[in-house]
């Protein structure tokens, strides 16, 4: 696999806190096929309701993601905005929710040239 395309490893979680290989340290990212970055969420007025939006998922997509995974966070209090999977699903990609320790194990369950995660 070509490791330019390969999404990062998530190599540690805990509350409020990730590390992601290559990036570095901190509370939340956008990671997908050929990198990631810190998320955040004051870009689209995300918040814990109504949840992730399409417009945060559309990063993802544009690098490629065909499998996008959205964590709800450690206590589950962030959501998914009812639009946000019928987004994913218009453009026939295959998205998990789970809080987020359970996110983690699914996104790097994927081939990680496939993969997407907002967390």
Same mark, same amino acid.
């Given at each position: 696999?070509?490791?330019?395309?390969?999404?990062?490893?998530?190599?540690?979680?805990?509350?409020?806190?990730?590390?992601?290989?290559?990036?570095?340290?901190?509370?939340?990212?956008? #990671?997908?096929?050929?990198? $990631? !970055?810190?998320?955040?969420?004051?870009?689209?007025? =995300? +918040?814990?309701?109504?949840? @992730?939006?399409?417009?945060?998922?559309?990063?993802?997509?544009?690098?490629?993601?065909?499998?996008?995974?959205?964590?709800?966070?450690?206590?589950?209090?962030?959501?998914?905005?009812?639009?946000? #999977?019928?987004?994913?699903? $218009? !453009?026939?990609?295959?998205?998990?929710?789970?809080? =987020? +320790?359970?996110?983690?194990? @699914?996104?790097?369950?994927?081939?990680?040239?496939?993969?997407?995660?907002?967390?």
């Amino acid at each position: 696999m070509n490791d330019e395309m390969r999404s990062p490893k998530i190599l540690a979680v805990s509350w409020g806190r990730m590390e992601i290989e290559g990036i570095g340290t901190g509370k939340d990212f956008k #990671l997908y096929p050929g990198g $990631g !970055r810190e998320w955040d969420w004051n870009e689209t007025g =995300t +918040r814990h309701s109504p949840g @992730i939006q399409p417009a945060d998922v559309e990063e993802l997509l544009a690098h490629g993601a065909t499998v996008v995974v959205l964590s709800l966070g450690m206590y589950r209090r962030l959501q998914v905005a009812p639009g946000t #999977l019928d987004y994913l699903a $218009g !453009r026939s990609v295959a998205a998990h929710v789970a809080e =987020t +320790r359970e996110a983690v194990k @699914i996104y790097l369950g994927y081939p990680l040239n496939r993969t997407g995660n907002c967390s």
